[in-house]
């Protein structure tokens, strides 16, 4: 059988290689993929996200049996539509489903309909409008681009006049394009964060362990927000309870919510939840899996991950196991100056293998060489798998001494918060 994985950062590095490890699985290909992916025995294909044309051209030319569907915007532009439109099986939700995440107006609508716990809310368009508000609810409280925004767009505003610049920045600067035409302004809940992922197919779903992600780029949850500075999995400190609770009051009403709505959800399900003191409440959903809890949570599968994919998209009943013990941890390295500007073609360390799992986010080999070179902002992210958080963290930040991590940062407190 032989697969291809659309994106190319490390949570579709992390994707492809569990898939290649599949007993049936021949050959993983992943476009367009990055060339630090290649260390682990994974094809490139150079056809970008948006290119849905000739992805499904090669994948009818290459027999791919299904496709994995990485990105927020290829679900959001309709690739798997397209893809089932032309005869092909893939693992994503529709352009309609997806909407969970491509409009935060829409999931606050799904949310409110369906009964599903999150912070109370108003959406606006116009700048005056939001700035009365906020005026009127104080602060802190929380601004968001209604539409994607890689992760960028939430403004956790600690005073009314932080709050007031991000829509100003969002509805007249147009800092995030179209995505912040429509700004969504929340009531700031307090409590831990932490992330609920399911595999479903209609009213079918299957949980995967809990994850906690850091999302501010300095250590002490300082700077800005960005896609994600490490994770771990699962959350020790988490009661079952709360879990079991999440899936009551969210998981299962919002799924039967999309098949009233005539949006059957397929693929990976992400609740982004917080647990406040009246119960765990949404953040936000996301319509895929998450970068970087999908490289702390696959390591994690001890089932045959192609077999499971493949048995939820022909609606049978998977048998997915996960190891029940111990913690997985992974930190992000990231280049200096990221979410914002940051320099290119930085060298990099050479891969681990074995104990500690490099995936790569942004990597490049130097021209004329197989030398790896930074190329974005996320750069790559180390994984490793111990007895207990402190454990996972002295193996991860050990290796990283020993690394040349010159014009390259990452935090030096991931997984703080379960000690």
Same mark, same amino acid.
């Given at each position: 059988m032989k697969l291809l994985v659309v994106g190319s950062g490390g949570r579709e590095h992390a994707i492809a290689k569990k898939l290649l490890e599949s007993r049936d699985v021949e050959q993983v290909f992943i476009a367009p993929g990055n060339d630090g992916m290649t260390l682990d025995g994974l094809d490139l294909v150079n056809i970008g996200i948006s290119e849905h044309s000739k992805l499904i051209e090669f994948a009818k030319e290459n027999d791919i049996a299904w496709s994995f569907i990485g990105p927020d915007d290829a679900l959001a532009a309709g690739i798997v539509d397209d893809f089932n439109q032309a005869g092909l099986k893939a693992f994503g939700p529709s352009r309609l489903a997806a909407e969970l995440e491509w409009s935060k107006d829409f999931a606050k609508e799904i949310m409110v309909k369906y009964g599903v716990p999150t912070a109370a809310y108003g959406t606006f368009s116009d700048f005056e409008e939001a700035k009365a508000y906020i005026e009127k609810q104080g602060a802190p409280i929380v601004v968001k681009a209604d539409g994607l925004a890689l992760g960028k767009g939430v403004v956790v505003a600690e005073t009314v006049e932080q709050a007031v610049e991000a829509a100003h920045d969002m509805l007249l600067d147009n800092k995030f394009g179209d995505s912040g035409a429509?700004?969504?302004?929340?009531?700031?809940?307090?409590?831990?964060?932490?992330?609920?992922?399911?595999?479903?197919?209609?009213?079918?779903?299957?949980?995967?362990?809990?994850?906690?992600?850091? @999302? #501010?780029?300095?250590?002490? =949850? @300082?700077?800005?927000?960005?896609?994600?500075? &490490?994770?771990?999995?699962?959350?020790?400190?988490?009661?079952? !309870?709360?879990?079991?609770?999440?899936?009551? /009051? +969210? +998981?299962?009403?919002?799924?039967?919510?999309?098949?009233?709505?005539?949006? !059957?959800? %397929?693929?990976?399900? $992400?609740? &982004?939840?917080?647990?406040?003191?009246?119960?765990?409440?949404?953040?936000?959903?996301?319509? #895929?899996?998450?970068?970087?809890?999908?490289?702390? *949570?696959?390591? #994690?599968?001890?089932?045959?991950?192609?077999?499971? +994919?493949? =048995? *939820? %998209?022909? @609606?049978?009943?998977?048998?997915?196991?996960?190891?029940?013990?111990?913690?997985?941890?992974?930190?992000?390295?990231?280049?200096?100056?990221?979410? %914002?500007?940051?320099?290119?073609?930085?060298?990099?360390?050479?891969? /681990?293998? &074995?104990? +500690?799992?490099? $995936? $790569?986010?942004?990597?490049?080999?130097?021209?004329?060489?197989?030398?790896?070179?930074?190329?974005?902002?996320?750069? $790559?992210?180390?994984?490793?798998?111990?007895?207990?958080? !402190?454990?996972?963290?002295?193996?991860?930040?050990?290796?990283?001494?020993?690394?040349?991590? /010159?014009?390259l940062f990452y935090r030096r407190d991931i997984g703080g918060k379960a000690l």
């Open positions: 429509r700004v969504v302004i929340e009531e700031f809940l307090d409590g831990e964060e932490f992330s609920l992922f399911a595999f479903v197919n209609g009213d079918k779903f299957y949980i995967l362990p809990t994850a906690q992600d850091h @999302k #501010r780029a300095y250590d002490g =949850d @300082k700077g800005p927000n960005t896609g994600g500075m &490490g994770a771990y999995a699962p959350v020790p400190h988490l009661p079952q !309870s709360v879990v079991d609770q999440s899936v009551e /009051t +969210i +998981i299962k009403p919002v799924l039967k919510g999309m098949i009233a709505e005539g949006r !059957s959800y %397929l693929g990976v399900l $992400y609740a &982004g939840l917080i647990l406040t003191a009246d119960g765990p409440k949404v953040i936000e959903f996301n319509s #895929r899996f998450g970068d970087p809890e999908t490289q702390i *949570i696959l390591p #994690r599968l001890t089932s045959d991950f192609a077999q499971n +994919i493949t =048995d *939820i %998209l022909d @609606k049978k009943e998977p048998a997915i196991t996960w190891l029940n013990e111990g913690v997985t941890l992974g930190v992000v390295v990231a280049s200096e100056g990221y979410p %914002l500007d940051y320099e290119k073609g930085l060298p990099l360390p050479e891969k /681990t293998d &074995g104990d +500690i799992i490099t $995936y $790569y986010a942004g990597a490049k080999f130097a021209e004329n060489s197989r030398a790896l070179l930074s190329n974005g902002g996320r750069v $790559y992210m180390l994984v490793t798998t111990a007895d207990t958080v !402190s454990a996972a963290q002295e193996k991860i930040y050990d290796q990283l001494k020993k690394q040349d991590t /010159t014009g």
